[in-house]
């Protein structure tokens, strides 16, 4: 604990909590049939590679397997076969596979196990030096379940495995992408009814499934309701009038901030994430608005600021009694 | 002759009455202190640990803490069992550990009368994990150290 304190500035107190002691969100995976912890602040994002399609996404340079991720190769380290070497040695299982992207302080690879629990907020125990020895786990953890975790060092993974800084690599691409990066707006890119449109990433929130049951009505607008919470849901592309009738089918709806407020796009597939190009009108040096290349494709970008917020409670008066009138 | 013979019983007299848990390994009984043991688990199920030290017989939870544990088994060198181990909460100087056992037995009382220290015979491995034993009446009870079997120092010694 530091204390540090100026006359007529304030004191401030700084209070720091040994590793030991710390609560760290942390995604639960699985491999060998056990549970291990990987530390929330080295993940990026998670790819699932179904079965039938392992065979096909993940490629082989020799002993070194690749991922394509957007374009670019991420090697991929296998936790079972780091964690049991020399046992499993032949191609690709053919089971579901999870990729875990980990960026270890400049160390970007895929740690691929075979199923992901949700993620929890762990107590990190200490380890016995035998095992810090190891030099793959930084601790242990008491799961919700009673079951004990080993949590795993994703940089300790890397340096194992081999994976070198990617850093250097990345910082020279950046140098010169610098510039066309600062305007590159992320996109998430999703299909409405046949046609791709593109939602600003900064603005999602996050995607939900939910069953057609779920959505409920206000005269003609579909809401969802999440415990209290209405969210207007657009629906321009008639993916929830299309699913009528079937009320177990699944809606997916990108949940996006609009200000201050939240609304809901529904969609038929999320497809991908990547960076919009702007486009201009042919003789004019203004982007025009509302669309985006993206992928090397004109895509309209959804105007979230289109979807009309729900009445408020005092025009609500008026507008229902209106609506209450033209049904009766 | 009969001077020899007071000094024996003044021996005997003097000898401590130690109180041992036995456990079984294998074929092999063997004894533990009962001071230094906290607490006896039946039926664990450690969690294994991949790349761990082969006596490392995984980790448990007990009381808030994440514990090692040590297999006598594998450390004897003797295949794995299939049936259920028994644990016994130890307490050396440098912290607990968990000690992997087959089957506790019952806690007997020995004297340190009976107490012969390693045979020269044994071999140096086991020798340096031993720690003498006692004579009883329907055979030999290994005694175990707990300081001994501290996974650091097992590690250490390799």
Not at chain 1, 73 to 90: A, D, K, S
Not at chain 1, 97 to 126: H, Q, S
Not at chain 2, 52 to 72: C, E, I, K, N, Q
Not at chain 2, 97 to 109: I, Q
Request: aromatic content about 4%; some cysteine.
């Amino acid at each position: 604990m530091e204390l540090e304190s100026h006359a007529g500035r304030g004191t401030t107190l700084r209070l720091r909590i040994p590793l030991t002691l710390a609560i760290i969100p942390a995604l639960i995976v699985k491999s060998l049939k056990q549970s291990f912890a990987l530390p929330q602040g080295a993940l990026s994002e998670l790819v699932h590679v179904p079965p039938r399609k392992a065979a096909t996404d993940i490629e082989w340079m020799e002993d070194a397997a690749l991922y394509r991720l957007r374009g670019k190769l991420l090697p991929l380290v296998f936790l079972e076969r780091l964690l049991r070497p020399g046992e499993c040695t032949g191609k690709v299982p053919d089971r579901d596979m999870f990729i875990a992207v980990l960026d270890a302080d400049g160390r970007r690879y895929g740690l691929v196990v075979d199923g992901l629990a949700d993620p929890e907020e762990i107590v990190v125990k200490p380890l016995s030096a035998v095992l810090k020895d190891i030099g793959l786990y930084t601790g242990a953890t008491v799961l919700g379940n009673a079951e004990l975790a080993l949590i795993l060092d994703p940089t300790a993974i890397a340096i194992k495995a081999g994976v070198t800084l990617s850093a250097e690599e990345d910082s020279a691409e950046s140098d010169e992408g610098e510039v066309e990066a600062a305007k590159r707006v992320e996109y998430l890119l999703v299909e409405v009814a046949g046609q791709q449109a593109a939602v600003p990433l900064a603005d999602v929130l996050r995607i939900e499934q939910v069953p057609r049951s779920r959505i409920e009505w206000i005269g003609y607008r579909p809401v969802l309701n999440f415990e209290g919470q209405l969210l207007p849901v657009e629906d321009t592309g008639g993916v929830i009038a299309a699913a009528e009738g079937n009320a177990g089918a699944p809606i997916i709806v990108v949940v996006c901030r609009e200000g201050s407020r939240q609304v809901g796009i529904a969609v038929s597939h999320v497809l991908d994430v990547a960076g919009g190009g702007d486009l201009f009108e042919a003789g004019k040096s203004h982007p025009a608005g509302g669309v985006t290349l993206l992928k090397n494709r004109v895509t309209g970008v959804v105007d979230l600021r289109g979807v009309a917020p729900l009445p408020d409670a005092e025009n609500a008066t008026n507008e229902w009694k209106e609506f209450a009138e033209t049904v009766g | 002759m009969s001077t020899a013979r007071t000094t024996r019983r003044k021996k005997n007299v003097t000898a401590e009455l130690v109180e041992m848990c036995s456990v079984r390994v294998g074929d092999g009984l063997f004894g533990i202190p009962i001071k230094h043991i906290l607490e006896i688990v039946g039926s664990a199920r450690p969690q294994p640990v991949p790349l761990a030290p082969a006596f490392v017989g995984g980790l448990m939870h007990y009381r808030g803490d994440v514990l090692t544990t040590v297999s006598l088994r594998r450390l004897l060198g003797l295949a794995p069992t299939e049936g259920t181990q028994d644990l016994l909460v130890v307490e050396s100087s440098a912290g607990c550990y968990g000690l992997l056992v087959d089957s506790v037995g019952e806690v007997l009382t020995v004297s340190s009368a009976d107490y012969e220290a390693n045979p020269s015979t044994v071999n140096e491995r086991r020798r340096s994990l031993f720690a003498g034993a006692y004579k009883l009446k329907d055979g030999l009870m290994v005694m175990l150290d707990p300081e001994r079997l501290e996974p650091v120092r097992l590690a250490r010694a390799g």
